[in-house]
């Protein structure tokens, strides 16, 4: 019972987030920030912007509020999947246009 307790607990968050959106490579351009070529994006509430690798389905946070919800929603660390810089070695391809368009899901 206390299982069945425990799940229904962590998987409230997501029973009430919006649907997930297909987002691509091809859409974000040289924008896309991550290794995958495809990632469902999902707005959780309390604006937690995510992504979800349609492959493997592990789950990583792109935002803060998201980043604080971690361990409850089980996140893996983003680090996995966020592409390198070409541009700029040792930096990371920025996240901020996918957190907008995950931002615009939550509304």
């Excluded at 040289?30 to 290794?35: E, H, L, S, T």
């Excluded at 990371?92 to 995950?102: C, E, H, P, R, S």
Aim: hydrophobic share 45%; proline share 9%; with cysteine.
């Amino acid at each position: 019972m206390r299982n069945l307790f425990l799940g229904l607990l962590l998987a409230a968050p997501l029973a009430l987030a919006a649907p997930p959106k297909l987002i691509s490579a091809e859409d974000f351009g040289d924008a896309w920030p991550f290794v995958p070529e495809e990632m469902h994006l999902q707005c959780l509430p309390g604006n937690a912007v995510v992504v979800t690798d349609p492959e493997t389905g592990r789950m990583y946070g792109l935002n803060g509020p998201a980043n604080g919800k971690a361990r409850q929603l089980g996140l893996d660390p983003l680090e996995q999947v966020w592409a390198e810089n070409t541009a700029i070695p040792g930096a990371k391809v920025t996240l901020g246009t996918v957190i907008n368009a995950g931002i615009e899901l939550c509304q």
